[in-house]
């Protein structure tokens, strides 16, 4: 029994098959099931800088996670002053780069020595979303989390951003 070599045309379909399949796979699996793990927790805001950075007492040099608080603190300004700190605490050797800050509307103190008062009635009503931004040491705002972001993956996000902008 004598078999014919394949022709130089399927040769050449077969070499483009193969070269093109993992191409066309990728594209496939880029498109129609993008990856869970690359979407933020909280959200992306145009680089500008942040309303209450310029006032005095305001922390510069470092990053800041920033509540604003336009009453007296209630049953949810409490657990985002909680997680606040644990977002801080989890930082490891990095809690030292974050500061928490406060922008009040009434005037108080700050809670505890690790967190910068800054009283800003002025500011308050146009910063009062129910959660909480991250401010880079320039000033500038970069996140912003509502206070149903999940903590661990809130925790995660700020530590990878702190660690990618090791240089502020």
């Excluded at 129609?32 to 927790?41: D, E, K, N, Q």
């Excluded at 920033?66 to 977002?87: K, Y």
């Excluded at 009434?106 to 009283?119: D, I, K, M, P, Q």
């Excluded at 809130?154 to 990878?160: A, D, K, S, T």
């Amino acid at each position: 029994m004598r078999t014919h070599p394949p022709s130089g045309r399927f040769v050449l379909l077969s070499l483009l098959a193969f070269t093109l399949f993992p191409i066309l796979v990728a594209y496939g699996f880029y498109w129609w099931a993008p990856s869970m793990a690359t979407l933020s927790v909280g959200q992306l805001l145009p680089t500008k800088p942040f309303l209450a950075a310029s006032l005095p007492g305001w922390p510069i040099g470092s990053w800041s996670l920033v509540s604003v608080e336009a009453g007296p603190c209630d049953n949810p300004c409490q657990q985002r002053r909680f997680t606040l700190r644990q977002i801080r605490l989890a930082q490891g050797e990095a809690a030292a780069r974050i500061a928490r800050v406060r922008v009040l509307a009434l005037h108080e103190t700050a809670g505890s020595t690790e967190e910068v008062g800054l009283h800003a009635p002025h500011l308050v009503t146009q910063l009062s979303r129910p959660g909480y931004y991250l401010v880079d040491p320039l000033g500038n705002q970069v996140m912003f989390y509502a206070d149903a972001s999940d903590p661990v993956r809130v925790i995660r996000e700020v530590g990878q951003l702190i660690k990618i902008n090791n240089a502020l």
